[in-house]
């Protein structure tokens, strides 16, 4: 078996400045070789690792369907994929070689590899026809030609059509001779004149040898039939006939005339052509009278640019010559150009850096000269653009900024036009998606979310819903929320609220008081899930509403465990004299804290009545003799909520010009409660001491009324009022007039050494007191809007006294 050896040629590496990193490598083979046969180790080659062939998915770009060699990555080296058979391949073409390139991604790289495929002798030369018949005259004269049909091997160099023997030789030898493109002719030249009586009939064989090793050949049978004279051969005009004409041009185009003349006259004399060529049958053709050459086949440039075929000029009487045809096949523009995608990446981020290649194209024009030269471009206003690397390569590379969020991907035309007149164009659109990176924050659909929730929520409740976009993709768009720690009062801002990390609803974890707290600001925070994460803040306000969850509560008057509150009216008095003024307020706002007073029972006569707005207690008629002295009133205050609320206060009101007898009426009002829930203590108590305090109280009797006496009698000379005492608890005060009060009451009380003849001045609102001094030495009050009386327990005792008067 041959002995194949493998050699390398030529490696080159080439670095570019898109990037690409380029290389070329060479290897020669011979045909033929089985499959799975080494070609060349291209990891060593070209300098690569077998890893680099693994993780950047190595291939082989042929740009056509048939792929001759395979590539190893485990290996790393290349290997017969399909049997290669040089004749089919390139033809006579020398030398022949297979061009293909090593794609590499990530990134991207390519190489060009050259496998020349030389030629072994596995074709042996083969004429068209096994045998050819000639008629020769006797009177042929030495030296006569005969043109024979050359044979043909698909081998090329030493392994091609080497010599010609001829056997036997009596009448005629073999003369060969080399023409202007190397081809061999070979003409049967006659050396001894023939005798048709001594022999009509000779048969000789030629052999074509080639000069490969083992030898091979083939051979031919040249039939001779001899005749008599005919003693001139045609003669061509020219040995050489040009023509040209453009591919694909139609059928029946003439493309010569080829002429040629014979001496003889008569039918010797009369020539016919014919093409003595196989190969181009289907192609040409001659009409054997006139010698026209005329186009029947299609030409295609891109397919064989030039065409040489024979004629042969034969006259009746046997005689030949031969001229030779050469037909060139002119381009025209024909064919657009291809543009095969060698690499090519789906996305590409949006953060690459510039001149990062997305796809590699190679563009071919299969026609030649102007018509060949390519020019491509992209669609206009986009980040990328086209970089020629080598000959007919183009890289795709990055030439901007990217932002998938304004342009999440690209359709990219690639234009290539030819140079021919008129030009063509092919165009190729890819498609490339632009990854996201995590560049954009959570945006807030407001600067500040405002919500609204009525105190005395139920814990858990929804209160508001934010909502915040990212305006990335995927896992670097999804938005958490959650509180930004604070402080309200004192306590943790997640004591108050809480926010679900999903869908950003605010809830409420405890139940809100307005009294407390009226409103308060937090932040949330919006993160998105990106790495690192970005974030935003966004203040959110929670206005409390008030409810109307407290009744008003009484201010004046109070009433205590050991004591009785009454207001004194003179019996005197005129309508529409102030008796008191019941002083409420409601912890609530709004409307919830308007206030309005009555009157629980009202009688048919009558005779106070109570301001709805102001809560001043007024007599509303003349006090009559029928009228009690002992009057109970009780006054609802009620807010204005809905339900409303509402509170009672009962004020004790006595009718009397003196202090005796008011003192005898309401010695009641004080033991009332006290009786009713310790009556059985005290009838215990009294009659154990009895017996003990008879003697002490009869004396104690005696002498208190001879003091009282005495003090009742300068009441009645200072014709004066028992004092009022309004109570007001302390640090109550009405900020704005915003409140219930409407008006600052100031009382000044002036007290003698005896405590029943004192006055009580009432003052103008917001003004200062005047207090003049009587003659008698007290202090006077001339205009007094209410009196006030409270009988302490300790007073008892002087009620008792009084009653038997």
Sequence with gaps: MEKIRIRQVLLFICVF????????????????????????????????????????????????????????????????????????????????????QIMLEDPMEFYTVTVEITDINDNPPAFRKNEIKFEIHELAQTGARFVLETANDQDVGVNG?????????????????????????????????????????????????DGGDPQMSGTMQIQITVIDANDNAPVCSQPVYKASVAEHAPKGTVLTTVSATDADQGSYGKISYSISTEDVESLFTIESDEGVVQLIGGLDFEKQKHYQFNVQARDQGGHTDVCKVMVSVNDINDNKPSISIMSKSNAISEDSKKDTAVAILNVQDQDSGENGKVHCSINDNIPFSLKSTSNNFFS?????????????????????????????????????????????????AKSLYEAFIPENNSPGVSILTIHAKDA????????????????INGDSISAFVSVNADSGVVHAVRSFDYEQIKTFTFQVKAQDGGSPPQSSNVSVKVVIQDQNDNAPQVLYPVHTGSSVVAEIVPRSADVGYLVTKVVAVDVDSGQNAWLSYKLQKNMERALFEVGAQNGEIRTIR????????KQKLTVVVEDNGQPPRSATVNVNVALADSFPEV????SDFTHDKEYNDNLTFYLVLALAVVSFLFIVSIIAIFSVKCYRWRRERMFYKSNGHLPVIPYYPPLYADAGNTGTLQHVYNYEVCRTTDSRKSDLKHMRPCSQSIISLNTNGTLTLPHAHRDKLIIEDSDDQSSKERQPR
């Design 17 to 100: 400045s898109s990037g690409l990193v380029y290389g070329q490598v060479s290897y020669s083979i011979p045909e033929e070789m089985p499959k799975g046969s080494f070609v060349g180790n291209i990891a060593q080659d070209l300098g690569l690792n077998l890893k680099r062939l693994k993780t950047g998915k190595a291939r082989i770009y042929t740009g056509d369907d048939t792929e001759y060699i395979a590539l190893n990555k485990d290996r790393g080296v290349l290997s017969i994929k399909e049997r290669i058979d040089r004749e089919t391949l390139c033809g006579q073409t020398t030398p022949c070689a297979l061009h293909f």
């Design 161 to 209: 059509l080497q010599s010609y023997t001829l056997n036997p030789t009596n009448n005629f030898i073999l003369k060969l001779h080399n023409d202007a493109d190397g081809n061999k002719n070979v003409e049967m030249v006659l050396q001894k004149s023939l005798d048709r009586e001594k022999n009509d009939h000779i048969t000789l064989m030629l052999t074509a040898l």
């Design 396 to 444: 795709l590379v990055g030439d901007g900024d990217l932002d998938r969020e304004r342009h999440p991907n690209y359709n990219i035309t690639v234009t290539c036009t030819d140079e021919g007149a008129p030009s063509l164009s092919s165009n190729l659109t890819l498609q490339l998606q632009i990854s996201d990176v995590n560049d954009n924050p959570p945006v807030f």
């Design 472 to 487: 990335d993709w995927k896992q670097n768009a999804r938005v958490s929320y959650m509180l930004q720690e604070s402080t």
């Design 622 to 629: 003349q006090i009559t003799d029928k009228d009690a002295v």
């Design 663 to 666: 003192l005898s009426e309401f």
